[in-house]
């Protein structure tokens, strides 16, 4: 067992992990925070997806280790501090970008990261930056409407 | 694995791999996971990521070094000439943006996938590999390097350590073009990367390579001669003919594609990427 120390959510947190530990292990099971899912375990779906020093990377393909000293952000640190929902979340609400929700905190992370590089994306940009993201309930369509909401934009432009 | 050990200098990290062999080299992990049929990785594992010397793309008096533990993200942000746009095309394909921020050249040409986006790109730029060990450097082509599928030159104890570009190859400009079954998230069917120097109207020097459709990545050297010395013109793409690609590659049957189609692809990818270079020709100049 080894130490490790990172900044999650803005708390400084501390804890024994194995060497194999994943990331997503270590957040889940070691820290209790459950929003972040497990889809896949091959790094395909993105259900666990996370910002790691602001970088939204697949916590499934990551060692806890491997974050020592790293700011990283869950689904959980996304509420505004207020406990109300951001923008983005509340706009998958409002547009029905989820049903099962599995697949939403890694959707929700995702878009977080691209709206942080790209505050104003196209329909087909959003999209493709959602290549890495599945979701077996929505058909996407709603998803790239709620992020284009989130973006301040008119959902109308994404084509029915 | 019930151990991970984390240096932060590469002599560190060196001596470890020196004291034992059985210890495998982790980056970014996009290809160790995934591969790993276990819950979690077996054995014992050395981070490569904290190893200053491993990161980042940087200016030599020689040309360029990428390091190994580069990640395909860092390769889309770097400031580098239109030379290397084919790498950043590539990179920008790789997987999905959490594979890009992750995933690193280094592990790219060390996994030795035949359908590693980032080799064609690279020979393309007549990389050389660092390779370092306890034992010294040593410094090898990028085609001596990968010796066949998932097999390459490293030694027991070696890390690849950086990519060297040339200054004489990082000229001119570059394209690359993938085919796969879908859009995005897609294993290749056949990639091309094409770099062409243009001076005074015509094509100076051209190198192109293909992966997916050999054992190994390959420069088509036949294909580079038919172009060098022709004019610059619409009508170049014409002069790469089916039977030069094909003489140099071996694509195998698969799931994805079979061998007939391979080559046809290959060729088709590599005609666009040459026209779609001569139509912006003004940026092919050296
Ligand atoms: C969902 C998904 C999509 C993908 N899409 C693509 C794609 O489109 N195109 C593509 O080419 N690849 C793709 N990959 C594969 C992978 O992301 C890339 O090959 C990536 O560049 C590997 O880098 P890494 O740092 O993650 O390697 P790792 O997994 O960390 O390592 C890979 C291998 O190289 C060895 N190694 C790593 N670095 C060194 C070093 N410096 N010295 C010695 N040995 C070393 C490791 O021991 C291991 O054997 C994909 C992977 C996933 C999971
Ligand atoms: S659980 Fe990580 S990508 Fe699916
Ligand atoms: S809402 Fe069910 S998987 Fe996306």
């Given at each position: 067992m080894a130490q490790v120390s990172m900044t999650v959510n803005g708390k400084p947190?501390?804890?024994?992990?194995?060497?194999?530990?994943?990331?997503?292990?270590?957040?889940?099971?070691?820290?209790?925070?459950?929003?972040?899912?497990?889809g896949c375990d091959t790094s395909q779906c993105g259900a666990c997806v996370v910002h790691v020093d602001g970088r939204a990377v697949k916590s499934c393909t990551m060692l806890a280790l491997e974050a020592e000293g790293a700011e990283v952000k869950t689904i959980e640190g996304m509420a505004n501090p207020d406990g109300s929902l951001s923008v983005i979340q509340q706009a998958f609400q409002d547009h029905h970008g989820l049903q099962c929700g599995f697949c939403t905190p890694g959707m929700v992370m995702s878009a977080a990261a691209l709206l942080a590089e790209n505050p104003k994306p196209t329909e087909?940009?959003?999209?493709?930056?959602?290549?890495?993201?599945?979701?077996?309930?929505?058909?996407?369509?709603?998803?790239?409407?709620?992020?284009?909401?989130?973006?301040?934009?008119?959902?109308?432009?994404?084509?029915? | 694995m019930q151990e991970l050990f984390r240096p932060r200098d590469l002599s560190e990290a060196l001596a470890i791999l020196a004291?034992?062999?059985?210890?495998?080299?982790?980056?970014?992990?996009?290809?160790?996971?995934?591969?790993?049929?276990?819950?979690?990785?077996?054995?014992a594992h050395i981070d490569l990521t904290a190893l200053e010397e491993l990161s980042g793309i940087s200016r030599t008096?020689?040309?360029?070094?990428?390091?190994?533990?580069?990640?395909?993200?860092?390769?889309?942000?770097?400031?580098?000439?239109?030379?290397?746009?084919?790498?950043?095309?590539?990179?920008?394909?790789?997987g999905s943006p959490q594979i890009q921020n992750a995933g690193t050249i280094g592990g790219n040409?060390?996994?030795?996938?035949?359908?590693?986006?980032?080799?064609?790109?690279?020979?393309?730029?007549?990389?050389?590999v660092e390779l370092a060990s306890a034992e010294g450097r040593r410094m090898l082509p990028l085609g001596k390097f990968i010796t066949g599928?998932?097999?390459?030159?490293?030694?027991?104890?070696?890390?690849?350590?950086?990519?060297h570009v040339p200054g004489e190859?990082?000229?001119?400009?570059?394209?690359?073009?993938?085919?796969?079954?879908?859009?995005?998230?897609?294993?290749?069917?056949?990639?091309?990367?094409?770099?062409?120097?243009?001076?005074?109207?015509?094509?100076?020097?051209?190198?192109?390579?293909?992966?997916?459709?050999?054992?190994?990545?390959?420069?088509?050297?036949?294909v580079e001669a038919a172009l060098v010395g022709a004019e610059a013109t619409p009508a170049l793409a014409a002069r790469v003919r089916a039977a030069d690609v094909a003489a140099a590659l071996s694509p195998i049957d698969d799931v994805r594609a079979d061998a007939g189609y391979r080559l046809e692809a290959a060729a088709v990818l590599v005609r666009r990427a040459v026209s779609e270079l001569v139509t912006h020709a003004g940026e092919c100049a050296a």
């Open positions: 947190v501390t804890g024994e992990v194995e060497g194999r530990t994943l990331l997503v292990d270590f957040l889940r099971n070691g820290l209790g925070l459950t929003g972040t899912h497990v087909a940009e959003i999209r493709h930056y959602l290549d890495g993201n599945l979701c077996r309930c929505t058909g996407y369509h709603n998803i790239v409407k709620a992020i284009l909401a989130a973006s301040g934009q008119d959902v109308s432009i994404a084509a029915e | 004291a034992r062999s059985e210890v495998r080299p982790a980056a970014g992990c996009t290809d160790l996971f995934p591969a790993t049929a276990a819950p979690a990785l077996q054995g008096p020689e040309g360029f070094r990428v390091g190994a533990a580069t990640t395909w993200r860092e390769a889309i942000e770097a400031d580098l000439p239109p030379a290397f746009e084919m790498l950043k095309e590539a990179a920008r394909e790789v040409l060390c996994n030795a996938s035949p359908a590693a986006d980032g080799v064609p790109c690279l020979l393309a730029l007549d990389a050389q599928p998932r097999q390459t030159a490293l030694g027991p104890g070696e890390l690849l350590v950086a990519v190859a990082a000229r001119g400009a570059s394209r690359f073009l993938k085919l796969g079954a879908r859009r995005y998230l897609v294993i290749s069917i056949a990639m091309v990367a094409v770099r062409l120097v243009v001076e005074e109207g015509r094509v100076a020097s051209a190198a192109v390579a293909v992966g997916a459709c050999s054992p190994v990545a390959r420069r088509l050297e036949a």
